[in-house]
């Protein structure tokens, strides 16, 4: 089973800047997508941003142009490169693994523990 490790959260200033990291251990093979989500007090999980096993990402339109995602698929690991914060990306982050079959169904699907990002003065 692969888990994951998160890190790289905590507080920062509006304005400032955070990178998130996630790493899984073991291999993951075929196609996948890793992402990360993120739950404010009150609020659902919802989606920041994925990078596919094929290098596609996509984002939650309120990170857009803020933030960026990448991979590392040599060290199976995944980056939350986070810009200009605001206090409304206050948040426990999420990092999340789904192993995808050739029609794009979900075979299996990990979650990290979440990290803390906290954005205030």
């Known amino acids: 089973q692969v888990q994951l490790v998160e890190s790289g959260g905590g507080l920062v200033q509006p304005g400032g800047s955070l990178r998130l990291s996630c790493a899984a251990s073991?291999?993951?093979?075929?196609?996948?997508?890793m992402g990360w989500y993120r739950q404010a007090p009150g609020k659902e999980r919802e989606l920041v941003a994925t990078?596919?096993?094929?290098?596609?990402?996509a984002y939650a339109d309120s990170v857009k142009a803020r933030f960026t995602i990448s991979s590392d698929n040599a060290k199976n690991t995944v980056y939350l490169q986070m810009n200009s914060l605001k206090p409304e990306d206050t948040a426990v982050y999420y990092c999340?693994?789904?192993?995808?079959?050739?029609?794009?169904?979900?075979?299996?699907?990990?979650w990290g523990p979440g990290t803390q990002v906290t954005v205030s003065s």
């Open positions: 999340n693994v789904r192993r995808l079959d050739t029609i794009g169904s979900i075979l299996w699907n990990v």
């Open positions: 073991g291999s993951i093979l075929g196609r996948y997508t």
């Open positions: 990078v596919t096993s094929g290098d596609s990402t």
